[in-house]
């Protein structure tokens, strides 16, 4: 394994860094206040390129390696105080995009990809349901072929991008007698009939990424909307949060580093007792812990990234990956408010934004509980 | 070129092993729908997945990972031996 990154790669994730530094924080505390979406920080980063790194150059993309993406995405989080864009930006990429890349039909992917890389559609994940979250698969939603079309009935709660989404990739069963088996996927776009979204989540952190319900009722698709094979709905799934297990939390790292930096500088600065309190064991300990946990956290990021550039399936290692920057960033944004004291606990300095934004990260994409439920199984317990 | 039957062998041994313990291998035939009846479910597929590539230095795409391929012991039986 090389972790080294090329000139060229520096080049990349440095402009990425000054895009998101100069034009993604303004206004920011505003947005999260309202709970508000930045349309224009998500075009912005599209032009950059960010939305397609890992596409090919034919469907719009910047045909990227996974280590390259990671990498990248990691100086966006640094620089891009907006977790909540960069949230929706991953949901966009690891579950409408990748799914699209490797499930769909040349004339699916030539349709929408390079209309999701260029930022013009927004896509979406439909998979949880009011009664299915971790156990994803007894979902209830159902399709049925009428002729040349699907008919879809049921709805889905807590759908990343849900109120912008131009569309949705949409897990139904076509036989729940079936089981898991019985689950396909297919593409709904916007303005299907019987497709409606209903109310806007007030959630507690990532406030700037839309998140809301939809319903299905009678909602017709048609038959080339269907992602894969009958069916592949487990598969297809699978695929989607392996990805995004493996990538999802790449800005984390970068808002590690960037809570670490802050953290340092205050610790430098701030004088108790007649002395910086960075001098200060018990301060200097939480300190190097976050340290500990953000370069943990990196190695995991890039080898399962790596190891997927090798060809491997990295179940066992987006897992992980996931498990650890979650619940590593929860532990910095704390430690980090910890050592800023009161300064820490106001608005006005983020952190308490930073850590209501991380807890997030323990429950999507697989709750901490289910990433060791899955990795205790893999590994044959 | 890869005996079919001692990388079946060698497959349906694991699977017995991991995913049915005590039962009778003679149950466990080509043609028996293990995805259908839940013997491989999601993770189950995923653990299989992991041991084929390290046993047989083989690597799959992610739409090869489903019931379509992986449904029954020869289906698994005739992925693998396509990659060696």
Redesign the interface.
């Known amino acids: 394994m090389d972790f080294a990154w090329s000139a060229e790669q520096k080049e990349l994730r440095q402009g990425i860094l000054e895009m998101a530094r100069g034009s993604l924080n303004d206004g920011l505390r505003e947005r999260d206040e309202r709970g508000e979406f930045n349309r224009e920080g998500w075009q912005k980063c599209a032009e950059a390129g960010i939305h397609g790194l890992p596409m090919p150059a034919e469907y719009g993309g910047l045909g990227l390696d996974a280590l390259t993406t990671v990498g990248v995405l990691e100086r966006l989080g640094y620089g891009c105080h907006d977790n909540g864009l960069v949230f929706s930006i991953n949901a966009h990429m690891w579950t409408v995009e990748m799914p699209l890349l490797h499930f769909g039909s040349d004339e699916q992917k030539k349709r929408w990809l390079p209309r999701l890389c260029s930022g013009e559609l927004i896509g979406g994940n439909a998979m949880t349901e009011p009664a299915s979250g971790s156990d994803a698969y007894s979902l209830a939603t159902s399709a049925e072929k009428r002729g040349d079309r699907y008919v879809l009935n049921g709805n889905k709660v807590f759908i990343t991008n849900g109120s912008v989404a131009d569309l949705l990739v949409v897990y139904a069963t076509l036989d729940p007698s079936k089981g898991a088996s019985g689950i396909s996927a297919f593409v709904v776009e916007k303005g299907s009939p019987g497709f409606s979204v209903v109310g806007e989540a007030d959630k507690m952190g990532i406030r700037t990424s839309p998140m809301a319900d939809i319903f299905f009722d009678d909602c017709e698709v048609p038959v080339e909307n269907r992602l894969g094979a009958e069916g592949d709905g487990v598969a297809l799934f699978t695929h989607s949060m392996t990805w995004e297990r493996a990538c999802i939390l790449a800005s984390a790292v970068g808002a590690m580093d960037r809570l670490l930096e802050t953290t340092i500088r205050y610790a430098k600065t701030r004088e108790q007792f007649g002395q910086r309190i960075g001098k200060f064991q018990m301060v200097g300990s939480k300190i190097v812990d976050m340290k500990l946990r953000v370069e943990t956290a990196r190695g995991l990021l890039y080898r399962a990234a790596w190891l997927r550039d090798q060809g491997r399936s990295i179940f066992i290692d987006a897992a992980l990956a996931k498990l650890h920057i979650s619940e590593s960033w929860v532990r910095c944004a704390e430690d980090a408010l910890q050592i800023h004291g009161g300064y820490g606990y106001m608005r006005e300095t983020e952190i308490e934004r930073e850590l209501r934004d991380a807890l997030g990260s323990r429950i999507y994409s697989g709750t901490s509980e289910i990433q060791r439920v899955l990795i205790a199984s893999l590994l044959g317990l | 070129m890869a005996d079919p039957n001692a990388v079946k062998s060698t497959i349906k041994n694991y699977i017995l092993e ?1 995913f049915l313990p005590g039962e009778d291998p003679d149950e466990l035939t080509d043609s028996v729908e293990m ?2 009846l ?1 013997i491989l ?7 299989l ?2 041991f084929l ?1 390290e046993q047989f230095d083989v ?5 090869e ?4 391929h992986m ?1 029954t012991l020869e289906e698994i039986t005739k992925l693998v031996c396509s990659k060696l």
């Open positions: 991991e995805m259908t839940g479910d999601s993770v189950s597929v995923m653990q997945v992991t590539e690597t799959f795409e992610a739409n990972v489903g019931a379509e449904n």
